[in-house]
């Protein structure tokens, strides 16, 4: 569970953090991730839900997806997950960035087999819309035909994270400037019923616990 | 700028959006990119900030970077875009999903030459902080010559955007369950002021204007 060689950040490695709660942390507060994969030299890379499985990370979509079928096959993947977390104004543009927490796995999907293949998807649901499986119908034999779920082991990942203030050298720290932080977070607004939603279907508590959840 | 046929979008077709206003849309909201290479078969996606430049993206990192110079050899690259509009809660986890609007653009990235990197980055730096380049000092040689920009024709692309509610099949819509949307979006909080920041510098209007450009 350590970063390996072709892992380690070249870039800015005092951003890098090795320890694995930081990799989950990250993981956990993602909705979708940046899946990369290749075919004959051309990358791809294409947004996907995700969810960690303990040790390993859980992907999902439909059984025909080329996405699917050529990393089932053991191809190698990229996953990577990106969150944004303020704009940081420097006092010149060199030095301005962002803060950010991003995560970096690399290695080959397994198929999830056929008896595994609902917890995964509970897992999933669950990690996706907290609360909503236990009330939902059992999946039906051909949506669960339809679904292939591929898990990704967190072997060898990296994890590189930047919360700071502008870093400006002391040359510039009198320039006539503004100099510090946006903040940026995700925010949920007030749940939408579906236009063909029957009587008696209240918004449940724990829909209304993410919209709360942003703190605004 | 038409899509061709590999960025052909093959699951959920209705999805394909094929007007390049809306590709331009997706990726002027974006502050950073995606951006999958390959290395000897070995995908990589790394975040990048990204800024559209006309009819091209532009990607600026480190002179030292390995993925600046695997891409300024002219190597096929991939840059994805995901925007999260909302989670989608439908009357079964099958067709549970979320609101997205998402750009992928392969090509090839080319170098940009010395004499047109001051505009590069002003685009950028517009992009990223609007209203800021105008008030920073001018970037010095040095880091002019620290940054590798390039650019990526948006000739090849493609764009998919789910922006619906639940599509249940009837037979659930008896289901004894809510349905409906909660929408996300990306909010901003207060600027706080860098530790370091001398007297008599307020917050710029700019900086003020994106604290309240999200509408809470």
């Given at each position: ?91 010149s ?19 999830v ?15 996706l ?11 039906r ?7 292939t ?40 607004d ?27």
């Open positions: 569970m350590t970063p390996r060689e072709r892992t380690d950040v070249r870039r800015l490695p005092e951003k890098q953090v090795r320890d694995v709660a930081t990799l989950h942390a990250i993981l956990d507060e993602a909705l979708q991730a940046a899946v990369g994969f290749q075919v004959d030299g051309q990358p791809f890379v294409l947004p996907m839900a995700c969810a960690r499985d303990g040790g390993s990370l859980l992907l999902h979509g439909s059984t025909g997806s080329r996405l699917m079928r050529v990393l089932a096959t053991g191809a190698p993947v990229c996953v990577s997950v990106t969150h944004l977390d303020g704009l940081v104004y420097a006092r543009a060199f030095e301005s960035s962002m803060r950010y927490r991003s995560a970096t796995v690399l290695g080959t999907a397994t198929l087999a056929d008896e595994e293949k609902l917890h995964a998807l509970e897992v999933l649901t669950e990690h819309l907290p609360g909503r499986w236990a009330e939902l119908r059992a999946p034999a051909r949506e669960l035909a339809a679904t779920v591929l898990r990704v082991p967190l072997d060898e990942w990296s994890v590189k994270v930047g919360d700071g203030f502008p870093d400006d050298p002391d040359e510039d720290l009198d320039e006539p400037v503004w100099a510090g932080v946006v903040p940026m977070r995700v925010a949920y007030d749940p939408v019923d579906a236009p063909d939603l029957g009587p008696d279907r209240p918004v449940p508590p724990h829909v209304l616990a993410v919209t709360s959840g942003d703190g605004s």
